[in-house]
């Protein structure tokens, strides 16, 4: 479990990275925060080439001696980077084992790869 969850937060990491300097130098507006039970999102528009992109940061605060809020999602033009996840690592799983999905995770890291599996 312990490998899993250091793989995915490195991947979820890398792609979000890899996502957010396609709007490098960009003009970004913010929202009011929106209180969604005990989670916060904020809204950010990006605009670039006179487009408006939306960036969707879901946020929760953590449990006491833990300071600040944590990013726990983030939807780029309405796609959730952790649903994406979630649905290629189901299809691996569907037809292979936990090693094998740990396996793929590994090579897309040390590649540098999309977030295609």
């Given at each position: 479990r312990k490998e899993y969850t250091d793989l995915f937060v490195e991947q979820l990491q890398n792609s979000y990275s890899d996502k957010i300097a396609l709007f490098s130098n960009e003009k970004d507006e913010y929202e009011k925060p929106v209180h969604v039970k005990t989670k916060v999102h904020v809204l950010t528009i990006v605009?670039?080439?006179?487009?408006?992109?939306?960036?969707?940061?879901?946020?929760?605060k953590p449990k006491e001696g833990r300071k600040g809020w944590k990013i726990y999602d983030v939807e780029i033009q309405g796609v959730s980077i952790v649903l994406s996840y979630r649905a290629q690592y189901a299809e691996v799983l569907k037809t292979g084992s936990v090693e094998e999905l740990l396996k793929k995770m590994k090579g897309k890291i040390s590649t540098g790869g999309d977030d295609e599996q």
């Open positions: 605009i670039s080439k006179g487009e408006r992109n939306k960036i969707l940061y879901k946020l929760y």
